[in-house]
């Protein structure tokens, strides 16, 4: 579909990019048009970011990354999550708790690393390695977000475990617990 998208898509009505009009492109002979242009649906699919207006990528995974449906999974995942965490906190704090329960904890666990780590590196994939740097208020948050995956998930979920499992260190080791809790 080669229909420019109209004002009230959040894209604008303005001119295409170079490679649209006939002019001659960049190295790979396209130049991208800025997201707030009258970009067409197509070549949505192929546009690049920019650096110096610091757009996302609106490749397939750009367009998902940057919707509100991924938005809301995030958020939904996040909540799970965190009722996750509860339930293994008081699952060690109580005797009697279901070993079921327990295993579905940490398979879930390890389920929620993965989601949110897959976000971590399509947000860097879209964004660039710069939307982790705190060099902004938003930034900031970004790189609060990106030290929670890799320290509390990717460092104690896969990389100290495996760890643990490769030398021997056993799990009762007050380093060790201290870092985890």
Same mark, same amino acid.
């Given at each position: ?12 009505? *303005? ?12 190295? %790979? *002979? #396209?130049?991208? !048009?800025?997201?707030?242009?009258? !970009? ?12 110096? /207006? ?13 919707? *509100?449906? #991924?938005? !809301? ?9 965190? !009722? +996750?965490?509860?339930? =293994?906190?008081?699952?060690?704090? $109580?005797? %009697?708790? =279901?070993?079921?329960? &327990?295993?579905?904890? =940490?398979? +879930? ?7 949110? @780590? ?11 390695? &710069?939307?982790?740097?705190? =060099?902004?208020?938003?930034? &900031? ?9 890799? @320290?509390?998930? $990717?460092? #104690? ?15 009762? /080791? ?8």
């Amino acid at each position: 579909d080669s229909t420019p998208y109209s004002s009230a898509d959040g894209f604008g009505s *303005g001119q295409m990019g170079a490679a649209d009009n006939g002019e001659e492109g960049g190295e %790979d *002979g #396209f130049h991208p !048009a800025p997201l707030h242009s009258g !970009a067409t649906r197509s070549s949505l699919l192929w546009m690049k970011w920019d650096l110096k /207006n610091e757009e996302p990528s609106q490749s397939a995974l750009g367009i998902i990354v940057c919707s *509100g449906a #991924f938005e !809301a999974f995030i958020s939904i995942m996040i909540l799970c999550n965190c !009722a +996750s965490m509860g339930l =293994d906190a008081h699952s060690q704090v $109580v005797d %009697d708790f =279901d070993p079921n329960i &327990r295993l579905g904890l =940490d398979v +879930s666990e390890q389920v929620f690393t993965s989601i949110f @780590f897959l976000e971590f590196l399509a947000r860097c994939k879209v964004f660039g390695w &710069r939307y982790y740097v705190p =060099d902004t208020v938003e930034k &900031r948050w970004n790189f609060m977000d990106g030290c929670l995956v890799f @320290f509390t998930g $990717v460092l #104690f979920t896969w990389v100290v475990p495996l760890l643990q499992a490769m030398f021997g260190f056993s799990a009762e /080791n007050p380093v060790l617990q201290t870092l985890r809790e």
